[in-house]
């Protein structure tokens, strides 16, 4: 690749009328019109009414060029490469979508009788069947809205679990500092208080700092695998085996499956709890604040616990086949959503499993392992890489260069001029400048190849011309902000 793409002009892309939609309001302007009413009209209660709503009022051109030219400044999977690290941002297959937007699924509404939604209650437990041989669980719940919410429901579980049998000592948590970054505030919110245990110089969960930290004191182990490195556990029997030793239970971190969907089943290696995130492995877009889903798997000795309702299927009367059922496991920590959970996530995660298959699948995670050892290969003499091990879906760079001041961020936001979007940057916290790096399954060899190819122009202008770096993104609509005064002078509306 040639310097050319270095064209640091000031004009930013998208600056043809940069005025808001508050801007373009004249009063009386109208950008719909509604069509005649068909029920008795009635007076909108005033106490719902505001003398300043402070809404603009414009034309329906206006409205559209205004939500077009803001689609236009968005960067996702669709319209370029996005290694964001452990987010698992790959393409999603528009079949899912429009799965998800069929008429009897959209239709539906969660206080409608079971007997008339026996469809969406029969995906529901087939999607439960799914992921339970996935995980290797003897059970699953599809509650959770999120990965973190089910991290925390796991959580939950455990403190219950450890309740019953009288166990109320059981305070500690122990994290891996190598685990998601989330793991620590769900513990702290489910009542525990969090241990960090250290990584070894091979980026495996520290044996000996383990074993130093289990006793009758600790309820479980928060284990992300494969870790925030890009590593898989390679001692994972032992640490499974310590902690359970202690008496205490495994939480699998499951974030990561992508990289194991097929390969390993954390259940049957252990793992008592792990939640999945569908809108990561199985084909829901990610990002932007949801949809998000986390279902959780369990263990036989923690199925019980699980957050419900859950669907089970039910002899139907004389002549009238199968039909599906909602209940409630015995020892319920009971709902952590509102109805059923993200209902559309799931369809869209139905689909996915059901058009690739077990042998899909896991080529799915095959595939993105492969992506990433390549991309480690060749960019392990651009940027030093801190673990010289295989990886699996991920890895992690140091974003410096030797005797240049060019730091990750500077990387980061001149990848942007070349319309990648940066990867993961300062996470995780063990390694200095880190750069967190996932392809993904989906993208193809020329996608990669052109990746290294950007991110050796980038290493060689940290050599010769780190300004351009300190001063990067240059092609950007939005140029480099001030992110510290950003996050403390918060502007939370266009019009403020």
Not at 292 to 316: E, F, I, K, M
Not at 399 to 410: K, Q, T
Request: net charge negative.
């Amino acid at each position: 690749m040639s310097d050319q793409n270095n064209d640091v002009s000031n004009t930013r892309a998208g600056a043809v009328d940069e005025r808001t939609i508050y801007e373009l309001s004249i009063p009386g302007r109208r950008g719909c019109e509604m069509p005649p009413c068909d029920v008795p009209e009635t007076e909108f209660p005033q106490a719902l009414l505001r003398d300043e709503s402070g809404l603009p009022e414009v034309s329906e051109l206006d409205v559209v060029r205004h939500f077009v030219r803001l689609s236009q400044r968005n960067f996702g999977v669709d319209t370029g490469f996005y290694p964001l690290g452990s987010c698992t941002m790959k393409y999603n297959p528009k079949i899912c979508e429009a799965s998800a937007r069929l008429e009897g699924f959209t239709g539906t509404h969660p206080l409608q009788p079971e007997h008339t939604v026996q469809g969406n209650l029969e995906l529901m437990f087939k999607l439960q069947q799914w992921l339970q041989e996935i995980g290797g669980f003897a059970a699953v719940s599809l509650q959770p809205t999120a990965g973190a919410q089910g991290e925390l429901t796991a959580l939950l579980m455990m403190r219950a679990y450890f309740r019953d049998r009288g166990e109320t000592g059981r305070t500690q948590v122990l994290i891996p500092d190598s685990a998601h970054g989330t793991n620590p505030a769900s513990t702290t919110m489910a009542g525990f208080e969090a241990l960090e245990i250290p990584s070894d110089e091979h980026g495996n969960v520290d044996l000996a700092a383990l074993r130093a930290a289990c006793d009758d004191s600790v309820a479980g182990l928060m284990l992300t695998n494969p870790n925030t490195l890009g590593l898989f556990e390679a001692q994972l029997e032992e640490v499974i085996a310590c902690v359970h030793g202690c008496g205490g239970l495994v939480y699998g971190d499951g974030a990561n499956m992508n990289a194991l969907t097929g390969i390993a089943c954390p259940g049957a290696l252990g793992v008592d709890l792990m939640h999945f995130n569908l809108h990561k492995t199985f084909g829901t877009p990610h990002g932007g604040g949801g949809p998000g889903s986390g279902p959780l798997g369990a263990s036989a000795a923690l199925a019980d616990y699980l957050p419900g309702p859950v669907v089970q299927r039910v002899a139907g009367d004389e002549g009238d086949g199968t039909s599906y059922a909602l209940f409630s496991p015995a020892r319920s920590i009971g709902r952590m959503s509102t109805y059923f959970g993200s209902f559309g996530v799931f369809v869209r995660a139905y689909a996915y499993i059901l058009h690739h298959g077990a042998e899909g699948l896991r080529a799915n995670a095959e595939h993105a392992v492969l992506n990433a050892n390549y991309l480690r290969s060749r960019l392990r003499d651009v940027l030093p890489l801190p673990f010289e091990r295989t990886c699996m879906h991920e890895f992690v760079l140091e974003g410096r260069i030797e005797g240049s001041d060019v730091r990750a961020l500077d990387i980061s936001k001149r990848l942007l001029d070349f319309g990648i979007h940066p990867p993961i940057t300062y996470f995780p916290l063990i390694v200095p400048e880190a750069l967190m790096i996932e392809p993904t399954e989906t993208e193809s060899k020329q996608t990669l190849d052109n990746f290294v190819e950007v991110m050796e122009v980038i290493a060689r202008e940290a050599g010769n011309n780190p300004e351009l770096l300190h001063a990067a993104p240059h092609n950007t609509v939005v140029g480099r902000l001030d992110e510290v005064r950003a996050a403390r002078q918060l502007k939370l509306s266009e019009s403020s």
